[in-house]
Each structure stands twice: as structure tokens, then as C-alpha cells.
């Protein structure tokens, strides 16, 4: 299995976690990068449109391989996008699920063109940053 993490920085691009630089990465985990950027990116615009902005927001995409290496013959057999968005409201989790749902299954170009290779499944996880107390008042 091969997996990559981008997490949306504050002026809004998605880069890889941890600092780690796209020289560091194999051409098939290259292609998760442009999948989770491809992603992200869409998924932003539709908030913004939307008027909803993410406090924080991290794409994870995992490719699962037909060998225990990779190597040159290996090929992708199933893919997940895993969405991962912190909001500041509870109200806007229904606005940002739909937000991400658009974007995987409609609006992602790259998205659309690993569905050619391999099934993309989608995970999506919100977590708001107004407590409870906040909610029932």
C-alpha cells in the first residue's frame, strides 16, 4: 500500500505533511500527490462558493498495489481518498460533507481519471470546533 497526506496550508495549497519534498516521492506515490491536490483544490472551491471556510483541512490518499514492492510492473488495484476538514460551526458539517462529496464524485478531474485504473472510494471525517455547550444553547 502506498499513502501520501497534504494538508492545506494558510494560503490555501495543499502540500505534503511532515515537510517532506515531491522529489522525495516515486512517480505511483506522485500520482496519489495530484490526486489529493486534485482533490483538495476542488473541494476548497466548492466551500468557497458555499461560503464556508475550513479551519483546517487535510486530504490522505492511499493506493493499494498488486506487489508487496514497487516496482516497474506494479499496478494500483483500489484507491481511497480520505477527506479530513475541520470547521468552526457544528451547523456547517452537513454543507462541508456535500462540499466533499461533490468534489470526489462529480467535479475532481484526476479523481475521475484514477476511476479508469482502479475503484476510489471516499472517507469522510468533519469535526467541529464549537463544543457541545455551544450547540445546546
Known amino acids: 500500500m502506498e499513502s501520501i497526506k497534504l494538508e492545506m496550508t494558510s ?8 515537510g517532506r519534498n515531491l522529489a522525495d516521492y ?9 490526486m489529493g491536490d486534485c482533490a483538495g483544490r476542488t473541494a476548497l472551491a466548492i466551500m468557497e462558493k458555499m461560503r464556508l471556510e475550513p479551519v483546517a483541512f487535510e486530504v490522505e490518499t492511499e493506493g493499494t498495489i498488486d506487489t508487496d514492492k514497487v516496482q516497474a510492473e506494479t499496478r494500483f488495484t483500489a484507491f481511497v481518498v480520505t477527506y479530513n476538514v475541520t470547521c468552526l460551526r457544528f451547523e456547517d458539517q452537513d454543507r462541508i460533507s456535500r462540499a466533499l462529496e461533490l468534489a470526489h464524485d462529480k467535479h475532481c478531474g484526476v479523481v475521475a481519471m484514477m476511476r479508469r485504473i482502479a ?10 470546533i ?4 455551544e450547540i445546546r444553547d
Open 130 to 133: 464549537e463544543v457541545e455547550n
Open 11 to 18: 494560503d490555501k495549497r495543499f502540500l505534503p505533511a511532515g
Open 26 to 34: 516515486n512517480p505511483k506515490e506522485l500520482m496519489l500527490v495530484a
Open 119 to 128: 475503484p476510489v472510494d471516499r472517507r469522510i471525517l468533519i469535526h467541529s
